[in-house]
């Protein structure tokens, strides 16, 4: 069966520290990767994605994400985040590069310290 | 810019009405569109997806006559919740596909229900 965990509910950070959201996957298949963020009553913004190729994909506004099949991981970073990353982080798994539903994690919600 | 439009994004109206909220790609044809439900704190919740000129496949558990889903072009959908119900308060949410593309969503429809 398809699923998504992302461990930690919320993280609160300092401004200028590092980031690491964590997730991780159940996919039968080849697995499709996605990050997206959310900010307060505004839909979804694709970050970055993986589907094949490197595994360490770059995105916008910083992000970045490795995919590693051994563990079934694709945890995002940022080296150094800003209060305007605050907001609610999912991480979601597909079928194919462009279609079919995703299944999305419950959601990693971002405080950032002044 | 946004590529999918959503509107409303906000709806507030009376027990037994019915809300219609529509989903536009902007610029591109969107051969496949989902809708999502949202509840507070939570991850989005497939509800339905939506092909142009064909019949709207339901998630199970999705009453196919409480959530009328209209596909006329390959750049609109409309999500219709018949006489709505304060349980039916909700943030809904709109995405749209072109093929090997990721989803793009949109902004969402806060729905609330006195």
């Known amino acids: 069966a398809q699923s998504v965990t992302q461990p930690d509910i919320h993280i609160t950070v300092s401004e200028g520290a590092s980031l690491e959201l964590r997730c991780n996957y159940s996919y039968g298949a080849t697995p499709y990767l996605f990050w997206y963020v959310q900010s307060p009553g505004q839909g979804l913004q694709l970050l970055l994605k993986y589907f094949s190729g490197d595994t360490l994909v770059q995105g916008i506004k910083g992000f970045e994400a490795e995919f590693k099949r051994s563990q079934s991981s694709f945890n995002l970073r940022k080296p150094s985040v800003h209060w305007s990353d605050a907001a609610e982080y999912f991480c979601?798994?597909?079928?194919?590069?462009?279609?079919?539903?995703?299944?999305f994690g419950t959601g990693t919600r971002l405080t950032v310290i002044p | 810019g946004a590529v999918v439009s959503q509107h409303p994004s906000r709806v507030i109206c009376k027990s037994g009405t019915s809300v219609k909220i529509e989903c536009r790609s902007l610029?591109?044809?969107?051969?496949?569109m989902f809708w999502y439900r949202q509840f507070p704190k939570q991850s989005l919740m497939l509800m339905a997806t939506?092909?142009?000129?064909?019949?709207?496949?339901?998630e199970q558990g999705v009453e196919k006559d409480k959530f009328l889903i209209n596909h006329a072009s390959l750049t609109l959908s409309t999500l219709t919740v018949t006489s709505a119900h304060p349980e039916d308060s909700s943030f809904y949410i709109c995405s749209a596909i072109y093929p090997n593309q990721p989803q793009h969503f949109g902004d969402g429809t806060r729905l609330s229900i006195l």
């Open positions: 610029d591109f044809q969107a051969t496949t």
């Open positions: 979601a798994v597909g079928a194919r590069a462009g279609a079919n539903n995703l299944f």
């Open positions: 939506s092909n142009e000129g064909s019949k709207a496949t339901y």
